[in-house]
């Protein structure tokens, strides 16, 4: 199916999740900009307070890790919330400018699993 396409078509949807990739990547670097303020919202949260003591002073890699830690623990706090590692106060009361960054975050990597997994099937089916 995809040998019919032009093949700078081709090359353009099989590379496309890899540009995500780096745009990802860009992204997280760019909400280490805002990381002060999440650990701030979250410093009653035991799970992010440990994270954030061996990670935060790592450089942009630690870093990185916090941001998608603290992308994990926001978007999806029922299993924190119920191990008794998160807050719900903290979680309840984020800021909602920060969160919707972080939900940003979460929808590109939606789209890098999709686009990747269309992508790898299209290359095997060929």
């Known amino acids: 199916m995809i040998d019919a396409w032009s093949p700078w ?6 590379g496309g999740p890899f540009l995500l990739i780096l745009v990802s990547f860009a992204y997280s670097l760019y909400l280490g900009r805002h990381l002060d303020a999440m650990l701030k919202a979250l410093k009653n949260s035991e799970h992010i307070a440990i994270w954030s003591a061996g990670l935060r002073y790592q450089g942009w890699f630690g870093r990185i890790m916090l941001i998608a830690k603290i992308t994990g623990m926001v978007t999806w706090p029922g299993p ?12 309840k009361n984020f800021p909602p400018h920060l969160k919707r960054l972080l939900n ?16 790898f099937t299209l290359v095997k089916l060929r």
């Open 9 to 14: 078509a081709a090359i353009m949807f099989v």
């Open 80 to 91: 924190g919330i119920r191990a008794g590692v998160m807050d719900p106060v903290d979680i």
């Open 104 to 119: 940003i975050k979460i929808v590109i990597s939606g789209i890098i699993l999709v686009w990747g997994a269309i992508a």
